[in-house]
Nanobody
């Protein structure tokens, strides 16, 4: 059973930076697609950034150029470096894994709050 545990959220001023981490259990991390989603209060859960097992990436338009997704397969860890944060980036950020069989796994989320 895969478990995903996010960390690194917190309160930051606009213009600041945070780095989120997601530690994954199990042995399929390196062959799975990984991603970050976020959900603001009263809104749906939207994709922020995705990194496939081969390393190719996708970014939502709203974060492209400010956020960087990366993975360390030796550590079973996913990262999201967030720079130039804006108040509208305030959300709960969720780590997700899609295994080779198409099964989705989700972490419990970490809260990011950006003050103006």
């Amino acid at each position: 059973q895969v478990q995903l545990v996010e960390s690194g959220g917190g309160l930051v001023q606009a213009g600041g930076s945070l780095r989120l981490s997601c530690a994954a259990s199990g042995s399929i991390f390196s062959i799975s697609g990984m991603g970050w989603y976020r959900q603001a209060p009263g809104k749906g859960r939207d994709p922020v950034a995705i990194i496939r097992s081969g390393g190719s990436t996708y970014y939502a338009d709203s974060v492209r150029g400010r956020f960087t997704i990366s993975r360390d397969n030796a550590k079973n860890t996913l990262y999201l470096q967030m720079n130039s944060l804006r108040p509208e980036d305030t959300s709960i950020y969720y780590c997700t894994m899609k295994d080779p069989g198409g099964m989705d796994y989700w972490g419990k989320g970490t809260l990011v709050t950006v003050s103006s």
